[in-house]
């Protein structure tokens, strides 16, 4: 899991924001953000032509996301959300992860696709594949993050769709936050470090 900061001033919009580390840059635009996301829609109509896959978001911060990559699949979904808690080291996951929200939908038999907004150390998405793969029976479990920090793996992961590839920085806006702060910025910025 990632490092939550503290209180402070968002310097580039008129609103105070609760986080004591600022922006640095801008590293993807909105028009970036959303021309990726409805290319990975398409990619994802075609991929599951003829099946009814369940988007399941892995809260809180896939939300944004997973709203808009539903709609770019041009096909019928049924969407389900999952959360989960990890403890130890402030910096990353621990490998510690406890479920603290269960999906509601009976994805016996389904086809589902796990949809993050970040894989760092790649620990909560093993553990999430190793759940739903041993707790219930799907059909296919496929893996979907908009943002992958493969130089950051502690664990081997395999992830099936990715939007970035970004390698350094602190990232939050568009689902991502900084102590809960920054969800809704609509573009990715990279605090200070
Ligand atoms: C973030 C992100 C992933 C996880 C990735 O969640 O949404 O679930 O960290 O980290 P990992 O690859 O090192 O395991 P976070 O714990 O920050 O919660 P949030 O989704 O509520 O922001």
Known sequence: MRFSRGWG?????????????????????????????????????KDYAGKKPVVIGILNGAFIFLADLVRAMDMAVEVDFIRVASYGQAT??????????APERDLNGKDILLVEDIVDS???????????????Q?????????INKSQRRAVDVNIDYIGFEIEKGFLVGYGLDCAETYRNLPEICALEE
């Not at 790649?122 to 219930?136: A, D, P, S």
């Not at 799907?138 to 908009?146: A, E, M, R, Y």
């Open 122 to 136: 790649g620990t909560t998405m093993v553990w999430l594949q190793k759940y739903f793969t041993t707790e219930h």
């Open 9 to 45: 001033l968002h310097p580039c919009h008129s609103f105070l924001l609760r986080c004591n580390v600022k922006i640095k840059e801008t590293l993807l635009q909105q028009q970036e953000i959303t021309e990726r996301v409805n290319s990975l829609g398409q990619q994802l109509t």
């Open 92 to 101: 990353e996951s621990s490998g510690t992860i406890t479920l603290s929200k």
């Open 138 to 146: 799907p059909s296919s479990v496929k893996t979907c993050t908009l």
